[in-house]
């Protein structure tokens, strides 16, 4: 977001004019229609396809996960599409700040279920904790970052022209944002102890697992996650970086 160099409260605004340019909201411009048009679409289909393929092969838990967060991505962008005429749509911003803020942490909800499963596949006693700890120590701690930022955000935006109580807010965002960066360098360096302990072990692969490892599907499946992770992670920190100055 644009830093206001204004003096004029965007919430005082209800749309473009003399006394409240478009330079005065919160972005600081109006935003793109097309882009945020096909971002909408782009998830949209992705949730279709998601739940497609869940019912199909019967992985409820991360369908679920992955529907939802394309799901609020989706209404997101529109959120955004809805600001497209005019920056100042109360709703609208509502509407993007909250589904785009929360959606990387149900995508980060599915990839702590896969860590789970990998480690069923290719031998628990690797692991240095029960498998199914990683999704609920994890996850729990997904949710008690989406609290602090639904808090926060919710002070936020009601402190109106109380800047003192709006800062409360802000500082709730980054410290529920922040949370989430932990848990997902914890998570990270949890995956990479066990990969690093299973295979530096002498006992060979379960002749299910070789076969999965040798899939190109199951290599491709694993590339993806792996950058998705990377694009959730770099989201995060520069939103902290984002709102730690103010913006």
Sequence with gaps: MAVNPYHVNPLDCDSVSEACPVK??????????ASNAF????????????????????????????????????????????MHNNPFDTIGFQIQICCLTFSPALNSAALYL??????????????????????????????????????GGGIAGSAGDDESFRDVGDRLMISGIAWQVLTLL?????????????????TPLSPSAEGLLRDTKFRVFLVSITVSYL????????RVAEMANGE
């Excluded at 005065?24 to 229609?33: E, K, N, Q, T």
């Excluded at 949730?47 to 869940?54: D, K």
């Excluded at 990270?188 to 299973?198: C, E």
């Design 114 to 151: 896969i860590l789970k499963h990998l480690v069923l596949q290719f031998g628990r006693e690797w692991s240095r904790i029960r498998p199914k700890w990683y999704t609920w120590a994890f996850i729990s701690a997904d949710i008690a970052a989406l609290t602090l930022q639904a808090a």
């Design 39 to 82: 971002f909408a679409a782009l998830f949209g289909t992705c949730f279709i396809i998601n739940f497609i393929l869940g019912w199909r092969y019967r992985s409820w838990s991360y369908m679920l996960a992955m529907c939802l967060a394309c799901l609020s991505s989706c209404i997101g962008y529109i959120g955004r599409c809805l």
């Design 24 to 33: 005065a909201s919160i972005y600081g411009y109006y935003p793109i229609l």
């Design 186 to 202: 914890l998570f990270a360096a949890a995956t990479i102890d066990y990969t690093i302990r299973r295979f530096r072990s002498a």
């Design 231 to 238: 694009v959730i992670f770099v989201r995060c920190v520069y």
